[in-house]
């Protein structure tokens, strides 16, 4: 001991405290061989089997989880046991003083069930509550050390773990999954340096510009205080009251209330860091950064009426088509897409690139493509997993740096903070989701539900009775490093509250926005507006918020006053005058149309309506052709069980259980020769009325008579075209060699679905 106090006389980090660069660089601290093996540093350097496996990650393999089998708990072949593991002879009756005598105190064993059971929920996150999670990977195209040394961009083919989050942000943890809403992309990377969260949205902006905002934003959006209404929805009084007196969420509103907000699946929508970062290499020099996940699957929505309905139907329904599409082996799929710039082309921009409640347009600054992300393996545990996982903007890596964007700012803060009551204390990353693969060593210590057993008596630094370990790594030594910024010119040592002026400039983005929508998209968004308005008890408030419309366009203002039945009121006053025009007429990488994905029909939904005596050797080959093309079909009928004589065929759910709301296509099957034909089922009749209004393809595999007639669907547009989303086969006795064959109609069918 006395020898290893004497190998440090003094603490040498602590000059490099003072002064100027270079000295103000962190040093790597020296660590000491401890000179007698039998003092307190041997614990210190107890050896730990290093999981970091790095670039020979395999795919959705996150060596993390690995270390972790001991916690992970199978029960096969076991006898049922306490927490202490005393094996429990009767699982069935509590101890009781005679039969039918009351229930002894002395009961350990019911009282320690009764009281885990007692203390089995935490609360739930305050905001993004409702989420689904999958495990995965993320692979590197090409390397990225002149941008970045952030390990996940260090060699090409690379793959780091990850845990990915997706979520609604307003409902309550149990509330449905279609709701309109942004919906959260929170993503984890196990990197060989550390966790990096990148916590971000399927919309590219947000409401407000400022953190100071959040608590307003949540609590005006939040079912009411009073009466708890609505759940999981912006169409309230409060929501609208609060954005209509905020003009900077004028373009962050026309995004919830586009199609984006009610995606088809988490699949099938894209994702957004939203902030502007910075990227910085071992040099030390930095750019900034936007990060873009674009899904393979393309980007694709939901209408309104199907929204709704599918709530009723299957209040899970993303959380199933994540699940089911991983476990059938169709591996969602995005690629990470960064728009990289400097200061001096932001300087330029007519927007502030601190501001987010901008975006930095694709057309001004591409998308470089730098890898891709794969979801491949479901969590084992819904709550030890996805409900514990902890995403907090905090987590950053080397290579990877904020700004001073002060929306980000605040959430540096906040979501340490929020674990701590959620999870229960300051030990929140040892739980196994949230353990970094790089190893953890510090001096913090204690806490509740403290994991790490450390050895030795030092937990301070500088020691020199531990050699100085764990050691103050440095830049060299792979320490993180703050790159060092000027604070803006303007305002510069002042201490003040306020915006920069770029950022007074409201509605410029949300008129690109709009302009930048396709026709069907720009009447979705109108009719949004109107629904959520409708709801709204206040007329002023309705008012207010067309007034605020007004300045985003005349035509969208005019649109939505119109079905709330007053005239267009005078556009709010806006904070700068002359209005700021964007740099663009339009964008047309705003549309969803934009992202039609890889073409293919991988795990789309597709029923095949079908009953007793219906034509199944048809069925059959449209069964056939839909999963060879990677679709997904399910018979569907009156009731379960098996068709006909052959038992490989059978409906798999009823009508009641599967509407034509949870499927992205219909097949009809010929029932020509059926003794109860499908036209004479209400909830067939139903079931094509939906897919019909909802501009799914439909498949008529027996001609245009039967449930097609029955529903009596136009089959030619206005404009004597045939209506290009139905597939009609010829009818059986039809000869006529000018119509299509049943294969022909069945390959065209695929197609229109995909
Ligand atoms: Fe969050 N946000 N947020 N947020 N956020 C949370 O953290 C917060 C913001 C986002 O799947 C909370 O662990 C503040 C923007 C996602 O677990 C909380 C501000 C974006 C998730 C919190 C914002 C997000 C959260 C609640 C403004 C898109 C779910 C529970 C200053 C870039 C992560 C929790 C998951 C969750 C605070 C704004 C995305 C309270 C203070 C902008 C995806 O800490």
């Given at each position: 001991m006395q020898q290893l106090a004497a190998a440090r006389p003094f603490n040498e980090l602590k000059a490099g405290e003072h002064g100027r660069d270079p000295a103000l660089q962190p040093q790597a601290g020296t660590p000491v061989e401890p000179a007698d093996e039998s003092a307190t540093a041997s614990s210190v350097r107890e050896t730990v089997v290093s999981i970091k496996l790095g670039s020979q990650a395999q795919p959705g393999h996150n060596p993390g989880n690995e270390s972790l089998d001991r916690v992970r708990v199978d029960s096969g072949g076991q006898a049922l046991t306490t927490n202490q593991g005393v094996r429990v002879a009767d699982n069935q009756n509590s101890l009781k003083a005679g039969l039918r005598g009351p229930t002894l105190l002395e009961d350990f064993i019911l009282r320690e069930?009764?009281?885990?059971?007692?203390?089995?929920?935490?609360?739930?996150?305050?905001?993004?509550?409702?989420?689904?999670?999958?495990?995965?990977?993320?692979?590197?195209?090409?390397?990225?050390?002149?941008?970045?040394?952030?390990?996940?961009?260090?060699?090409?083919?690379?793959?780091?773990?990850?845990?990915?989050?997706?979520s609604t942000v307003a409902g309550e943890r149990g509330s449905f999954d279609t709701a309109r809403d942004v919906r959260g992309f929170a993503v984890k990377f196990y990197t060989d340096d550390g966790n990096w969260d990148l916590v971000g949205n399927n919309i590219p902006v947000f409401f407000i510009q400022d953190a100071m905002k959040f608590p307003d934003l949540v609590?005006?959006?939040?079912?009411?205080?009073?009466?708890?209404?609505?759940?999981?929805?912006?169409?309230?009084?409060?929501?609208?009251?609060?954005?209509?007196?905020?003009?900077?969420?004028a373009h962050m509103l026309m995004w919830v209330m586009s199609d984006r907000a009610i995606p088809r699946s988490y699949r099938m929508m894209q994702g957004f860091g939203v902030h502007t970062f910075r990227?910085?290499?071992?040099?030390?020099?930095?750019?900034?950064?936007?990060?873009?996940?674009?899904?393979?699957?393309?980007?694709?929505?939901?209408?309104?009426?199907?929204?709704?309905?599918?709530?009723?139907?299957?209040?899970?329904?993303?959380?199933?088509?994540?699940?089911?599409?991983?476990?059938?082996?169709?591996?969602?799929?995005?690629?990470?897409?960064?728009?990289?710039?400097?200061?001096?082309?932001?300087?330029?921009?007519?927007?502030?690139?601190?501001?987010?409640?901008k975006i930095v347009p694709e057309e001004l600054v591409p998308l470089l493509p730098v890898g891709r992300l794969v979801l491949n393996r479901n969590p084992d545990n819904f709550f030890a997993e996805t409900e514990q996982v902890a995403f907090c903007t905090a987590h950053i890596v080397p290579g990877i740096d904020f700004t001073n964007d002060p929306l980000l700012q605040g959430r540096i803060h906040s979501y340490v903070d929020t674990q701590l009551t959620r999870l229960g204390g300051p030990n929140f990353h040892e739980i196994p989701i949230n353990a970094s693969i790089a190893q953890v060593h510090n001096n913090q210590r204690d806490g509740l539900h403290r994991q790490a057993i450390h050895r030795g008596s030092v937990s301070y630094e500088p020691n020199s009775l531990a050699g100085g370990c764990p050691f103050q790594a440095g830049r060299a030594g792979g320490g993180f490093v703050s790159?060092?910024?000027p604070f803006p010119a303007t305002g510069e040592g002042d201490k003040l509250r306020g915006k920069p002026e770029r950022f007074a400039d409201h509605f410029s983005?949300?008129?690109?926005?709009?302009?930048?929508?396709?026709?069907?998209?720009?009447?979705?968004?109108?009719?949004?507006?109107?629904?959520?308005?409708?709801?709204?008890?206040?007329?002023?408030?309705?008012?207010?918020?067309?007034?605020?419309?007004?300045?985003?366009?005349?035509?969208?203002?005019?649109?939505?006053?119109?079905?709330?039945?007053?005239?267009?009121?005078?556009?709010?006053?806006?904070?700068?005058?002359?209005?700021?025009?964007?740099?663009?007429?339009?964008?047309?990488?705003?549309?969803?149309?934009?992202?039609p994905g890889d073409g293919g029909v991988q795990t789309r939904r597709v029923a095949l309506l079908v009953v007793d005596g219906a034509d199944l050797a048809s069925l059959?080959?449209?069964?056939?052709?839909?999963?060879?093309?990677?679709?997904?079909?399910?018979?569907?009928?009156?009731?379960?069980?098996?068709?006909?004589?052959?038992?490989?065929?059978?409906?798999?759910?009823?009508?009641?259980?599967?509407?034509?709301?949870?499927?992205?296509?219909?097949?009809?099957?010929?029932?020509?020769?059926?003794?109860?034909?499908?036209?004479?089922?209400?909830?067939?009749?139903?079931?094509?009325?939906?897919?019909?209004?909802?501009?799914?393809?439909?498949?008529?595999?027996?001609?245009?008579?039967?449930?097609?007639?029955?529903?009596?669907?136009?089959?030619?547009?206005?404009?004597?075209?045939?209506?290009?989303?139905?597939?009609?086969?010829?009818?059986?006795?039809?000869?006529?060699?000018?119509?299509?064959?049943?294969?022909?109609?069945?390959?065209?069918?695929?197609?229109?679905?995909?």
């Amino acid at each position: 001991m006395q020898q290893l106090a004497a190998a440090r006389p003094f603490n040498e980090l602590k000059a490099g405290e003072h002064g100027r660069d270079p000295a103000l660089q962190p040093q790597a601290g020296t660590p000491v061989e401890p000179a007698d093996e039998s003092a307190t540093a041997s614990s210190v350097r107890e050896t730990v089997v290093s999981i970091k496996l790095g670039s020979q990650a395999q795919p959705g393999h996150n060596p993390g989880n690995e270390s972790l089998d001991r916690v992970r708990v199978d029960s096969g072949g076991q006898a049922l046991t306490t927490n202490q593991g005393v094996r429990v002879a009767d699982n069935q009756n509590s101890l009781k003083a005679g039969l039918r005598g009351p229930t002894l105190l002395e009961d350990f064993i019911l009282r320690e069930k009764i009281t885990h059971f007692d203390h089995e929920r935490i609360p739930e996150r305050v905001v993004h509550a409702r989420g689904s999670a999958a495990h995965g990977y993320f692979e590197c195209y090409d390397p990225l050390d002149q941008l970045t040394m952030a390990a996940p961009f260090a060699a090409a083919g690379k793959r780091t773990p990850v845990f990915v989050r997706f979520s609604t942000v307003a409902g309550e943890r149990g509330s449905f999954d279609t709701a309109r809403d942004v919906r959260g992309f929170a993503v984890k990377f196990y990197t060989d340096d550390g966790n990096w969260d990148l916590v971000g949205n399927n919309i590219p902006v947000f409401f407000i510009q400022d953190a100071m905002k959040f608590p307003d934003l949540v609590h005006a959006l939040k079912p009411e205080p009073h009466h708890a209404m609505p759940q999981a929805a912006s169409a309230h009084d409060t929501f609208w009251d609060f954005v209509s007196l905020m003009p900077e969420s004028a373009h962050m509103l026309m995004w919830v209330m586009s199609d984006r907000a009610i995606p088809r699946s988490y699949r099938m929508m894209q994702g957004f860091g939203v902030h502007t970062f910075r990227l910085v290499n071992a040099a030390g020099e930095s750019k900034l950064c936007k990060f873009h996940w674009s899904p393979r699957a393309g980007t694709h929505s939901l209408v309104w009426d199907e929204a709704v309905k599918i709530s009723g139907a299957d209040p899970d329904f993303h959380r199933r088509d994540l699940w089911e599409a991983i476990e059938a082996g169709s591996f969602p799929e995005w690629e990470l897409g960064l728009q990289i710039f400097d200061e001096e082309q932001a300087e330029n921009f007519r927007f502030d690139v601190l501001d987010p409640t901008k975006i930095v347009p694709e057309e001004l600054v591409p998308l470089l493509p730098v890898g891709r992300l794969v979801l491949n393996r479901n969590p084992d545990n819904f709550f030890a997993e996805t409900e514990q996982v902890a995403f907090c903007t905090a987590h950053i890596v080397p290579g990877i740096d904020f700004t001073n964007d002060p929306l980000l700012q605040g959430r540096i803060h906040s979501y340490v903070d929020t674990q701590l009551t959620r999870l229960g204390g300051p030990n929140f990353h040892e739980i196994p989701i949230n353990a970094s693969i790089a190893q953890v060593h510090n001096n913090q210590r204690d806490g509740l539900h403290r994991q790490a057993i450390h050895r030795g008596s030092v937990s301070y630094e500088p020691n020199s009775l531990a050699g100085g370990c764990p050691f103050q790594a440095g830049r060299a030594g792979g320490g993180f490093v703050s790159i060092p910024t000027p604070f803006p010119a303007t305002g510069e040592g002042d201490k003040l509250r306020g915006k920069p002026e770029r950022f007074a400039d409201h509605f410029s983005q949300a008129t690109l926005f709009w302009r930048s929508q396709s026709e069907p998209e720009q009447r979705h968004i109108a009719g949004a507006f109107r629904f959520e308005l409708s709801k709204v008890q206040v007329p002023a408030v309705r008012e207010r918020v067309v007034s605020l419309l007004a300045n985003v366009d005349a035509g969208l203002a005019a649109a939505v006053a119109e079905g709330l039945g007053f005239a267009v009121p005078a556009p709010q006053p806006r904070a700068l005058e002359p209005a700021v025009e964007s740099e663009l007429d339009s964008s047309p990488a705003l549309s969803l149309l934009a992202r039609p994905g890889d073409g293919g029909v991988q795990t789309r939904r597709v029923a095949l309506l079908v009953v007793d005596g219906a034509d199944l050797a048809s069925l059959r080959a449209a069964q056939t052709a839909l999963r060879e093309a990677g679709a997904t079909p399910r018979f569907v009928g009156p009731r379960i069980g098996p068709l006909g004589a052959d038992e490989s065929m059978a409906i798999e759910m009823s009508f009641e259980q599967a509407p034509s709301v949870l499927w992205d296509a219909v097949v009809l099957a010929n029932d020509a020769a059926a003794a109860r034909p499908l036209s004479m089922y209400g909830q067939a009749l139903d079931f094509v009325k939906d897919q019909y209004r909802h501009c799914k393809p439909i498949l008529a595999l027996g001609g245009p008579g039967g449930l097609l007639a029955a529903v009596n669907l136009p089959l030619m547009l206005p404009e004597g075209e045939a209506d290009p989303g139905l597939f009609v086969c010829a009818p059986p006795s039809e000869t006529d060699p000018a119509l299509r064959t049943d294969a022909d109609t069945v390959t065209a069918f695929i197609a229109g679905l995909a």
